[in-house]
C-alpha cells in the first residue's frame, strides 16, 4: 500500500532562510509525486509535480523538489523564505498504474511559519 | 471563470440530521472527488467518481453519500450515521482518472461542517 510521512508537523524559519520541507513515500510502483500548498480556510493549490523525466522538478512561487528514488524522498525547498510562504503543505502520492481512479495518498502536512 | 464552487462554505448539522454539500465545475472534467480534512491529519478521500453515474468509495465513505447525475456536479450527503461530521471537506476535480504527465487533480475552496 502507498503512503506517505511528512517529517515534521511544524517547520519554523526566518524570513530570507532556506526552506526545507521533508517527504517520504513508499510504493510499489514509480509513483507520481505531487506538493499543495493550502492558505487558512482555503482549498488546496497545486505547488509542482513529478511524474517522469527530469527528476528536480520546479513549480511556482520558487518552489522545487528532487525527487530520489534511491531515498524514497521528495523534499521540498524553496533558497529564501518569503513571508507570504506561510501556510501549510501537503505532499502526495498517486500510483496510475492500476487505474484506481486517480487518488492521491495525501501526509499529515506541515505548517511553515516565516519569522521576520 | 473556471472552477470547482464548494457551498456553503460554512454549515452547521443538527444532531441526526443529514446534510447535502454542493460541488459544480466549470472546468468539464470527467473524475470528480470528496476529501475530508481533520486537523494535523492531513486529507482523506471519502468517494470519487470517473464519469457520469458512476461512483466509487474512498477510504472512509462510512455514513456518507454521494450522485453524480451531470458531469458537472458531484453532492457529497453526511448522513447522520456519520459519527463524527465535523471536519472541512474539500471537492476536487481532474479531466479524467489518469494522473498523466498532462493531468493534474484541482481543488475547491472548501466547505466547513459543524454538529451542533
Known amino acids: 500500500a502507498q503512503s506517505v510521512t511528512q517529517l515534521g508537523s511544524h517547520v519554523s524559519v526566518s524570513e530570507g532562510a532556506l526552506v526545507l520541507l521533508r517527504c517520504n513515500y513508499s510504493?510499489?510502483?514509480?509513483?507520481?509525486l505531487f506538493w499543495y500548498v493550502q492558505y487558512p480556510n482555503q482549498g488546496l493549490q497545486l505547488l509542482l509535480k513529478?511524474?517522469?523525466?527530469?527528476?528536480l522538478v520546479k513549480g511556482i512561487n520558487g518552489f522545487e523538489a528532487e525527487f530520489k528514488k534511491s531515498e524514497t524522498s521528495f523534499h521540498l525547498t524553496k533558497p529564501s523564505a518569503h513571508m507570504s510562504d506561510a501556510a501549510e503543505y501537503f505532499c502526495?502520492?498517486?500510483?496510475?498504474?492500476?487505474?484506481?481512479?486517480?487518488?492521491?495518498?495525501f501526509g499529515q502536512g506541515t505548517e511553515l511559519s516565516v519569522k521576520p | 471563470d473556471g472552477g470547482i464552487t464548494q457551498s456553503p462554505k460554512y454549515l452547521f448539522r443538527k444532531e441526526g440530521q443529514n446534510v447535502t454539500l454542493s460541488c459544480e465545475q466549470n472546468?468539464?472534467?470527467?473524475?470528480m472527488y470528496w476529501y475530508r480534512q481533520d486537523p494535523g491529519q492531513g486529507l482523506r478521500l471519502i468517494y470519487y467518481?470517473?464519469?457520469?453515474?458512476?461512483?466509487q468509495k474512498g477510504d472512509i465513505a462510512e455514513g456518507y453519500s454521494v450522485s453524480r447525475e451531470k458531469k458537472e456536479s458531484f453532492p457529497l450527503t453526511v448522513t447522520s450515521a456519520q459519527k463524527n461530521p465535523t471536519a472541512f471537506y474539500l471537492c476536487?476535480?481532474?479531466?479524467?482518472?489518469?494522473?498523466?504527465?498532462?493531468?493534474?487533480?484541482?481543488f475547491g475552496e472548501g466547505s466547513w461542517l459543524t454538529v451542533v
Open positions: 476536487a476535480s481532474s479531466i479524467n482518472g489518469l494522473l498523466s504527465s498532462g493531468n493534474t487533480i484541482y
Open positions: 510504493s510499489s510502483v514509480p509513483p507520481y
Open positions: 513529478y511524474t517522469t523525466g527530469a527528476t
Open positions: 502526495a502520492v498517486s500510483d496510475d498504474l492500476y487505474n484506481q481512479g486517480g487518488k492521491l495518498i
Open positions: 472546468l468539464n472534467h470527467d473524475a
Open positions: 467518481s470517473q464519469i457520469v453515474n458512476d461512483f
